[in-house]
């Protein structure tokens, strides 16, 4: 059973209730979902606008429509709000379903949907997708116009909260991506287009993912005032299957090993022998202790 609600005016939302069994869910693939379900609960309530120099020197306009967004209410006293980002092809619904089984009653989730546009990856066939993405190595380029767009979505969601709120963003796949991407232009106060980042992040969490612009992160952080000092105490969990045969274990591992060299010295980085592209009960519970830890929340419920 859902109800709609408002997160802020003019923004469609889904409260969740009726949870399933963690063991129910947390085993399924995200990133093997169908396409046409995704497109089908994607409706666009949001959307941003960003502009590139194409060929011949005309100015190119991506407009990017963000789908719904589902909100899990806290259980217990709110002092926490998490904005979590599902992987390619999926939607915010089925990781609300998951996170409301989580035993952390003092955390607010937010997951919203990605816009659905062209996948090169999938030869240009449309796709819920936080960018576009044409192969997964060392060397492909980062669309940063969709890194930004997304990262600004994710801010936008966080910017409601009250003050004394500490503020989170997670994610699974190319959803953790974009959480890292964020973490990146939290500690550099700017996205990659060169506008202020304005949110404070507490906490940054990526599920079987990769750092985007992992290459020019530490020349980048020697140019920004005080980006070392936030490199340093913000805290980042990575958690990654050596099974992983979507996103392979290198690029969960040397995302980690990048961050630490460039600053970060609060990173986990967590690895599940045997786990492929999905979540498991273990890693959820990992990722439940260190929340609990890293935030300062209160408790657990049982």
Request: glycine share 10%.
């Amino acid at each position: 059973m859902m109800r709609t609600s408002n997160l802020e005016e003019g923004e469609r939302v889904e409260e969740r209730q009726r949870p399933q069994k963690i063991e129910d869910l947390c085993s399924v693939d995200c990133c093997s979902r169908s396409l046409v379900c995704a497109i089908l609960f994607g409706g666009p309530n949001m959307s941003f606008t960003s502009s590139s120099v194409g060929s011949g020197g005309r100015t190119v306009r991506r407009v990017f429509e963000f789908g719904r967004t589902y909100v899990v209410r806290p259980k217990g006293k709110h002092q926490a709000t998490v904005v979590w980002l599902h992987g390619l092809g999926d939607n915010g619904s089925s990781w609300s379903q998951l996170l409301e089984t989580l035993p952390l009653p003092n955390i607010k989730w937010i997951c919203p949907t990605a816009p659905t546009q062209p996948i090169k990856v999938f030869g240009g066939f449309p796709s819920t997708a936080w960018f576009d993405v044409g192969e997964l190595s060392e060397d492909a380029p980062d669309d940063i116009e969709g890194l930004d767009a997304s990262a600004a979505h994710v801010a936008n969601l966080l910017s409601t909260e009250p003050d004394d709120i500490k503020l989170g963003v997670g994610g699974f796949s190319m959803g953790a991506a974009t959480a890292l991407y964020s973490a990146t232009c939290f500690t550099l106060r700017k996205y990659g287009n060169g506008n202020p980042y304005p949110c404070n992040l507490s906490a940054v969490v990526g599920l079987s993912g990769w750092l985007p612009c992992s290459k020019t992160l530490s020349k980048k952080l020697e140019e920004v005032d005080d980006a070392r000092r936030r490199a340093a105490s913000l805290p980042l969990l990575l958690c990654h299957g050596k099974g992983d045969d979507v996103v392979p274990y290198k690029f969960g591992e040397k995302s980690s090993q990048a961050l630490s060299s460039t600053g970060y010295q609060n990173v986990a980085f967590k690895a599940y022998n045997g786990l492929g592209h999905y979540t498991v009960p273990e890693e959820m519970d990992e990722v439940c202790a260190w929340l609990l830890s890293k935030l300062g929340l209160e408790g657990i419920s049982s």
